[in-house]
């Protein structure tokens, strides 16, 4: 496993960008980025279930590690979805991705940071950065409800 991370900053408050990312609406425009029919079912509150779908029967199962709103959210990945079958037997995990959002000057940073296999990473070096101006144009627009 390997650690990577990826930052932006954004002209907006800490509260709208979790807001953003989130957001029932606004969740699946951001991870688009991933998959165009990206999807989450979870409430995001710590130790609840998430699972994680790509809008064809594949995804992700994980577990909300940590939610400290505004702050700081913790997903640990421990199992994978595919043809609409749960799999907790894998080899890679867990696998945790961390968002922290810090409040710098009337703009928030936000840092992204996962570990990863070897396989994955060229993939998220090139999404992430595209989810995450999505994520800033969507902070940043003015009147924005989410």
Not at 34 to 39: C, D, K, M, P, T
Not at 43 to 50: E, R, V, Y
Not at 82 to 90: A, C, F, I, Q, T
């Given at each position: 496993m390997e650690k990577i991370e990826?930052?932006?900053?954004?002209?907006?408050?800490?509260?709208?960008?979790?807001?953003?990312?989130?957001?029932?609406?606004?969740y699946p425009k951001w991870t688009a980025a991933?998959?165009?029919?990206?999807?989450?079912?979870?409430?995001?509150?710590?130790?609840?279930?998430?699972?994680?779908?790509?809008?064809?029967g594949n995804g992700m199962v994980a577990i909300i590690e940590e939610n400290i709103p505004n702050k700081y959210l913790s997903i640990k990945h421990i199992g994978e979805i595919?043809?609409?079958?749960?799999?907790?037997?894998?080899d890679w995990g867990p696998v945790f991705e961390n968002?922290?959002?810090?409040?710098?000057?009337?703009?928030?940073a936000l840092l992204i940071d996962l570990n990863i296999t070897a396989e994955w990473k060229d993939y998220f070096e090139k999404t992430w950065p595209k989810a995450l101006a999505i994520v800033k144009e969507l902070a940043e627009k003015p009147h924005l409800d989410t």
């Open positions: 990826f930052k932006t900053e954004i002209n907006a408050s800490p509260e709208q960008v979790w807001k953003i990312l989130l957001g029932t609406d606004t991933f998959a165009e029919n990206s999807s989450v079912e979870t409430d995001w509150q710590k130790g609840s279930k998430a699972i994680f779908g790509d809008g064809s595919k043809d609409g079958k749960e799999n907790l037997d894998v968002y922290t959002l810090e409040e710098q000057g009337g703009k928030t």
